[in-house]
C-alpha cells in the first residue's frame, strides 16, 4: 500500500457544484494531515490542516477518519479560481527528527462555467 | 510572508556536469527540504535537514547530495548529471508542520 493514495482525477465539474476528494494513508503512527493547493506550474501553497474533529474555512471542509485512516476535502459552491491540484499530504517521523512531510500525488480539479 | 528562493527558475546542463541547486529562506526555519515533482509521479522527497550541518536521506537520494553549511542555505547536489534527472525540483523550509516552497527549478539535462 502507497504511503499516500489519491484518486488522480481529473475531477470536471460546473461551477457550483460540490465536489470531494478522498485520501488514504498506511502509517497509522502519522499525527498531522494536510490539503495543499497546487496552481499549475506554481509551487503547493498550504491550503488547510486537518483535525480529528474536523474543520471547515469558508466553502471548505477537511475531516479526518483515523480508524479508517483516510482524509477528505469537500468544497461547497465550486468557483472557477478552485481549478488546481490538491495534495493530501502527512507528515511522517524518520527517526528522532520532528517528522516529515509525505505527499500525495494529487487530485485534479477543473471547475468549468 | 515567508520567503523560500531558489536560484534559477530554468537550468539546461549536460550530462556528466556537477549541478548545484541552492536554496535560501528568510525565516529561521530548521527543516528544509528537496523534493523532485514529475507528471504522474507527484512530489517525491530527495534529502531533508532539521539543522545546520544536518541531513537524512528521503525517498529518492541516489544521484544527489546535499549541503546545509548555514542555517538559511540547503543546496542539492547532483554529482554527476543524467538525463533521469530532468524534473522540476523544489525546496521547502517548514515552521512546525506548514511546509513553505520556493518557486522551483525546472532542470533539463541534455
Known amino acids: 500500500r502507497k504511503e499516500v493514495e489519491q484518486d488522480p482525477g481529473p475531477f470536471n465539474v460546473p461551477e457550483g457544484a460540490t465536489v470531494a476528494f478522498n485520501c488514504t494513508y498506511s502509517?497509522?503512527?502519522?499525527?498531522?494531515f494536510f490539503w495543499y493547493r497546487q496552481d499549475c506550474r506554481k509551487e503547493p501553497k498550504l491550503l488547510m490542516s486537518?483535525?480529528?474533529s474536523g474543520n471547515e474555512d469558508g466553502r471548505f471542509t477537511a475531516q479526518l477518519n483515523r480508524a479508517s485512516q483516510y482524509i477528505s476535502l469537500l468544497i461547497r459552491d465550486s468557483k472557477l479560481s478552485d481549478s488546481a491540484t490538491y495534495l493530501c499530504?502527512?507528515?511522517?517521523?524518520?527517526?528522532?527528527?520532528?517528522?516529515?512531510?509525505?505527499f500525495g500525488k494529487g487530485t485534479k480539479l477543473s471547475v468549468k462555467p | 510572508d515567508v520567503k523560500v528562493t531558489q536560484s534559477s527558475r530554468y537550468l539546461v546542463k549536460r550530462t556528466g556536469e556537477k549541478v548545484f541547486l541552492e536554496c535560501v529562506q528568510d525565516?529561521?526555519?530548521?527543516?528544509m527540504f528537496w523534493y523532485r515533482q514529475d507528471p504522474g509521479l507527484g512530489l517525491r522527497l530527495i534529502y531533508f535537514?532539521?539543522?545546520?550541518?544536518?541531513?537524512e536521506k528521503g525517498d529518492i537520494p541516489e544521484g544527489y547530495s546535499v549541503s546545509r553549511e548555514k542555517k538559511e542555505r540547503f543546496s542539492l547536489i547532483l554529482e554527476s548529471a543524467s538525463t533521469n534527472q530532468t524534473s522540476m525540483y523544489l525546496c521547502?523550509?517548514?515552521?512546525?508542520?506548514?511546509?513553505?516552497f520556493g518557486q522551483g527549478t525546472r532542470l533539463t539535462v541534455v
Open positions: 486537518v483535525y480529528s
Open positions: 499530504v502527512v507528515n511522517k517521523h524518520y527517526g528522532g527528527s520532528q517528522g516529515n512531510l509525505i
Open positions: 502509517n497509522s503512527a502519522s499525527q498531522s
Open positions: 535537514s532539521y539543522d545546520v550541518k544536518m541531513k
Open positions: 525565516m529561521d526555519h530548521e527543516n
Open positions: 521547502a523550509s517548514s515552521l512546525e508542520d506548514e511546509a513553505f
